[in-house]
């Protein structure tokens, strides 16, 4: 599976943006979801995740109250709504697939595909 993700941009902190992943080559809902991000000279860290029906939804401690992710596998799509950000959450955000079975890993080693990334940017 090939991923795209999109929807980054430069905002001011309190405002909101949604990211999304889209998938192309097989379904996205083989594969449980995450969302990563890489600050400026920090490693890549877990944000959150979803498994493959959406039935169990994971998030990163820092993230959980503003960030929601969720899936519409129709669409082939992940999704990242981010409310209220912060200027450190200024980040590279990628998408990953996981292809087993998904119980949120933060490891990048349990995620197979991974997208580009898409940078966020939060400006005071």
């Known amino acids: 599976v090939q991923l795209q993700a999109s929807g980054g941009g430069l905002v001011q902190a309190g405002d909101s943006l949604r990211l999304s992943c889209v998938g192309s080559g097989r379904s996205l809902s083989l594969y449980g979801m995450g969302w990563f991000r890489q600050a400026p000279g920090k490693e890549r860290a877990f944000a959150a995740g979803i498994s493959q029906s959406g039935g169990r939804i994971y998030y990163a401690d820092s993230m959980k109250g503003r960030f929601t992710i969720s899936r519409d596998n129709a669409k082939n799509t992940v999704y990242l709504q981010m409310n209220s950000l912060k200027i450190e959450d200024t980040a590279v955000y990628y998408c990953?697939?996981?292809?087993?079975?998904?119980?949120?890993?933060?490891?990048?080693?349990?995620?197979?595909?991974w997208g580009q990334g898409t940078l966020v940017t939060v400006s005071s």
């Open positions: 990953a697939a996981a292809d087993r079975y998904y119980s949120g890993s933060s490891s990048e080693h349990d995620y197979d595909y």
